[in-house]
C-alpha cells in the first residue's frame, strides 16, 4: 500500500518535449513509474525517447489509459494544464509550476472543487510524490529514498518545502528506515492538497506506521493540521517547522512563507503541534532523530 | 511588491475607482504646481511605506502656495520611522462626512477571496478587530462567481454603510474587486474610504500589495519597480534572480530552496550564530548563479563567514563546485567558506573541491547541515 499513487499508476507529463519535463520524465520511468504517454500541443505523434506525444491530455488518456498527469509547464500555461487534465478525467494531477499567479490558483482550486469533485492536484511550486520503490512522480531524486519494509515499521511523511522533503527523506535514509510514501504539497499559498488530505491518507495506510509533518511559517495550514491530528491521527508523528528566526513581514522566498501581525509564526505552530502530541524538533535532524525514537518502540 | 499611496491612487484610477485629483511630486516646485492642478485647499501628504504619517507630521493642509511650499519643505526629506521621505503626493481636500474601510485579500484557511468592509473607517481595522468586532461585515467570495452588484449592496447593508452612500459604496465593492483579481493584488484596501457631503464617496486613501508572480501579464508594473526600495543588496541580487532578503548578523548563508534556506538561519542561530542574510538560489542554479550569489554575499561587510547548504534536487552538486571554484578565482571573498554538499551529484562536487587546491582556510567541507553550521558560527565568532 502508499497513498495516491503505487506501482499500477500511469503517469503522462504535460510538457515532456520541454527542458524540465523531458529531464525528470524520464528520471521517473528510469526510477520503475509507468510513463505512458506526453501532451505538448503541436507535437502530437512525436515521441521522446519512445515515450509517445500526443496534442491533448484527452487523446493521451484514450490512448494510454493514463490516470495520473506530471504538469512541468511554465507559469502561464500551467492553469489550463490542470484544467485540462481534470476535463480529461485525470484524477491525480501533480505540478511542480512554480510562479503562478495567486488569483488563478485560487480560481483553479475552486474549479476543481465545484467540477471535478474527484480530481486531486498535488501542488502547485511542489516537488511530487514519491512511493518508494513503486512510484515517482515530480523531481525527487528517488535514489535518497529508502525502501518500505514488509512488515514495517514505515513512516509517510508529508511537507511544504521541497529541499526540506529531500532533508527529510535523507534524514531517515541514514538511519534505515523505511518510507511508505512521501508527499511534498508545495509552498504555494493555495495548494491543491493540504496537509490534512495527507494526514487522513497516512491514518488509513495500514502500511504507514509513523508520519513525519514539514512546514513552515505563514498561514495557518499547521495548526489547521494540530486540530486534526488531535481528533482523528492516533499514529505517532514527529514534526519540523522552518523559519523560527525569520523576520515579520517579508516573504522567505515561497510565495506562502510570510508571518504578518504576529500570525503564522513558527513557535504558533510548534505549540498548536505539540499540544496534538507531536514531538517536534527545532531542526530535520531532530526531527529525524525523534522518529528514530518512536520507530524503535514500534 | 508593495505600492506608494500614489501609485495605488494612480492603480485605482485604471479600475474607475474614484479618487481625488492630484500628484506626486519630488520637490517643493512640483508641489505647488500639483497643488495649482488640484484646486486649492490642498493636502500634502508623505510617501513612505509606513503607517502613522499623520502623528509625525507627514500629511498637512494648505490653502495657499505658500503654506504647500512650507509643508511640502518640512516634509520632502523628512525621516518617518526610519523611512526617508523622497516624494509627496499633493491632492485637492475633500469634505468628509463619513468614513468607512474596505479590503479585499485571499483568505488562505478559507481558499476564497475575503470582502472586509466597515462603518467605522479611519482608523486601523486591527484596532477595530479588536474593540468592536461586529463593526465589520467579513464576506468570503467564490473566485470562480465574483461578487455581483446585489452581492456588494447587501454587504454593505449588513455593514450599516448610511443609506444614502450604499449605492455608491457597492459600485465601488464591485470596481475594487475588478482591481483585486484583475489587477492581481495580494491585498486592494481603501482605509478611509469616504462619503462626501454631496453624496459621493470615493478611495481618500489606497494600500495596494501586487503578487510578484503576475508581473508576466502587467507591463504596466515596471514603473512601480522602478521606485521600489531595496538596499544594495537586494538590487544586485535582484538581477541574478537571487531570492535575498538582508538581515543583521554575522554569518552569509546560501541555501538552495526556500525551505532549506529558512531552515539554515535556524540551525545557525540554535548553534549561537546569527544569520547575515536570507539568500536562496533556487532550484537548477548552476554556476553561474552561485558565483553571484557569492558576489552578493561578499559585499555584506558584516560577514565573518559564510554557509552553503546544498540539497541537489534539480540541483546538481557539481554545478554547485564549479560556481563555487570559479568565485573564488573572480572575486576575494572576505570570509571562508563551509559547505555542506548533499543529493544529487553531491560525490563529483566534493571531488571538484577537493581537487581545486584552495587551502582550508579558504573552505572546507562538512558532512552534515549541523556540523556545517557549528564550523560556520565559530568561524564568525572568531573561535
Known sequence: MAIFVNADTKVIVQGLTGGQGKYHGLRNQAYGTQVVGGVTPGKGGTDVEGIPVFNTVAEAVAATGADASFIAVPPKAASAAILEAAAAGIRFIVCITEGIPAQDEAKVYNTLLRDYP??????????????????????????????????????????????????????????????STCVGIGGDPVPGTNFIDCLREFQADPETHAIIMIGEIGGSAEEEAAEFIKANVTKPMSAYIAGVTAPEGKKMGHAGAITSGGKGTAQGKMDALRAAGVKVGLNPTEAGDLMAEIVATL | MDLFEYQGKQYFARYDIPVSPGDVAYTVDEAVAAAEMAGYPVVVKAQVQVGGRGKAGGIKLADTPDEVRLHAGNILGMDIKGHLVKRVWVEHASDISKEY?????????????????????????????????DAIVLLHIDPVDGISLAVARDAA?????????????????????????????????????????????????????????????????????????????????????????????????????????????????????????????????????????LGVINSDENVKSILINIFGGITRGEEVAKGIVEALGRVDLRAPIVIRLDGTNAEEGREILANAGIPESKLTSKPTMLEAARAAVALANGN
Not at chain 2, 485571499?106 to 486591527?126: F, N, P, Q, T, Y
Request: hydrophobic fraction near 40%; proline fraction near 4%; charge should be negative.
Open chain 1, 118 to 179: 474527484n480530481t486531486r492536484l498535488l501542488g502547485p511550486n511542489c516537488p511530487g510524490i514519491i512511493s518508494p520503490g513503486k512510484c515517482n512522480i515530480g523531481i525527487t531524486a528517488g535514489e535518497i529514498a529508502q525502501l518500505p519494509t514488509a512488515k514495517g515499521p514505515n513512516v509517510g511523511i508529508v511537507s511544504r518545502s521541497g529541499t526540506l522533503t529531500y532533508q527529510a527523506l535523507y534524514e531517515l535514509k541514514q538511519r534505515g528506515i523505511g518510507v
Open chain 2, 101 to 133: 474601510y474596505a479590503s479585499y485579500s485571499l483568505d488562505r484557511a478559507a481558499k476564497k477571496h475575503l470582502l472586509m468592509l466597515s462603518a467605522e473607517g479611519g482608523v486601523e481595522i486591527e484596532a477595530v478587530a479588536v474593540s468592536n468586532p
Open chain 2, 157 to 293: 447593508v449588513r455593514a450599516n454603510i448610511d443609506e444614502e452612500a450604499v449605492d455608491g459604496v457597492a459600485d465601488m465593492l464591485v470596481k475594487l474587486y475588478d482591481c483585486f483579481t484583475r489587477g492581481d493584488c495580494d491585498l486592494a484596501e481603501i482605509n478611509p474610504l469616504i462619503l462626501r457631503p454631496d453624496g459621493g464617496v470615493h478611495a481618500l486613501d489606497a494600500k495596494v500589495s501586487l503578487d510578484n508572480n503576475a508581473a508576466f501579464r502587467h507591463p504596466e508594473w515596471d514603473e512601480f519597480r522602478a521606485t521600489e526600495e531595496l538596499d544594495e543588496r537586494e538590487q544586485l541580487a535582484r538581477t541574478h534572480d537571487l531570492q535575498y532578503i538582508g538581515l543583521d548578523g554575522t554569518v552569509g548563508i546560501i541555501a538552495n530552496g526556500a525551505g532549506l534556506a529558512m531552515s539554515t538561519l535556524d540551525v545557525v542561530n540554535q548553534v549561537g550564530g546569527t544569520a547575515a542574510n536570507f539568500l536562496d538560489i533556487g532550484g537548477g542554479a548552476n554556476a553561474d548563479m552561485m558565483a553571484a550569489a
